[in-house]
């Protein structure tokens, strides 16, 4: 079984990416919140991989986050919710608010993704709502302090489970500093920006507790 993919991202497009690992191209299905993580083509990228495997298919889904991966396979764990239409579910909602959403039975905001219905909506809180009580929040994230693409940057690295304040600062500091000026003209560029500097010594308890999938 793969669990973990590393290698140059050599496709990207919205639902998946093709990862070249010592010239093995692996497709890999993924939410938007890792499409909008990743970095430009032919960069190195790192993916926590569910294999899921079928009696004539094996596919890959990757995350940024062990977080996320163990909200999909909670989904697919689900009845009638498979790979595929996990991965819209993820893409349609944060993991920030799915859980909320799911926990408190809100059937209005999970028929508002594309692809789950009143009957699919209904089986998800019935079979997940207990089953998810780890993975909420203690307290509720205040909203982002910033709007624009700075404030897009933040909700997205709060979305992908680092904490607020951590990605406040980050997305501060590439913004005013030597790399500010090229960082700030886009969200991936800046958004990349901000995750390297998260991902340094420094920054190592920057993420929120993920737990284990």
């Known amino acids: 079984m793969i669990a973990q993919l590393r290698g140059t991202l050599s496709e990207k497009r919205p639902n998946q990416v093709i990862v070249d690992v010592g010239g093995v191209g692996y497709l890999v299905g993924i939410p938007l919140s890792t499409f909008y993580a990743l970095g430009e083509l032919h960069q190195e990228i790192s993916l926590i991989i569910h294999t899921h495997v079928r009696e004539d298919s094996l596919s890959l889904y990757g995350f940024l986050t062990a977080r996320e991966k163990h909200l999909f396979e909670s989904l697919i764990s689900a009845s009638g919710v498979g790979p595929t239409l996990a991965i819209k579910i993820l893409s349609g909602m944060s993991v920030d608010d799915l859980v909320p959403a799911i926990r408190q039975g809100d059937l209005l905001r999970l028929t508002r993704i594309p692809g789950v219905g009143k009957k699919t909506a209904e089986r998800i809180v019935v079979e997940l709502r207990d089953k998810l009580a780890a993975m909420e929040p203690a307290e509720a994230e205040p909203a982002p302090t910033r709007t624009g693409v700075a404030g897009d940057v933040i909700s997205a690295l709060s ?3 680092y904490d607020r304040r951590a990605a ?9 500093g030597a790399a500010g000026a090229a960082a700030g003209k886009t969200f991936e560029s800046l958004l990349r920006a901000a995750l390297q500097q998260l991902s340094a010594p420094a920054h190592k308890g920057a993420r929120a507790p993920s737990g284990e999938a």
Do not use: K, T
């Open 168 to 176: 406040e600062a980050a997305v501060e500091n590439v913004s005013h």
């Open 159 to 161: 979305n992908l489970g």
